[in-house]
Nanobody
Framework: QVQLVESGGGLVQAGGSLRLSCAAS????????KGWFRQAPGKEREFVAA????????RYTDSVKGRFTISTDSAKNTVYLQMNSLKPEDTAVYHC?????????????????WGQGTQVTVSS
């Protein structure tokens, strides 16, 4: 089990950028696939991006392709989500998650460890 703590959220104007960080403690983070999910008010939690355990493969939901980039720093036990060209519809609480798998999971049920989330608000 790993403990995950997100940071980097905030209020930004449409077209702006934010970088979210997720610091892990506990078991070695290197063994895990990492993912970012988000949940907007009144909506279900949805997949945003994932990176595999080695950092060599990524996947994104269609709505963020070309705007968001997921990356990981094994030395710092941290996973990042760089968000550019933000839109009001990106407003949500963003959660990072970890899964013990060699794949690129995108389902909530694939992830066993979750952070508390960080709020991202994009104004128009």
């Amino acid at each position: 089990q790993v403990q995950l703590v997100e940071s980097g959220g905030g209020l930004v104007q449409a077209g702006g950028s934010l970088r979210l960080s997720c610091a892990a403690s506990g078991r070695s983070f290197r063994s895990y696939a990492k993912g970012w999910f988000r949940q907007a008010p009144g909506k279900e939690r949805e997949f945003v991006a994932a990176i595999n355990y080695s950092g060599g493969a990524t996947r994104y939901t269609d709505s963020v392709k070309g705007r968001f980039t997921i990356s990981t720093d094994s030395a710092k036990n941290t996973v990042y989500l760089q968000m550019n060209s933000l839109k009001p519809e990106d407003t949500a609480v963003y959660h990072c998650a970890a899964a013990i798998t060699f794949g690129l999971p995108y389902r909530i049920s694939d992830y066993g460890d979750w952070g508390q989330g960080t709020q991202v608000t994009v104004s128009s």
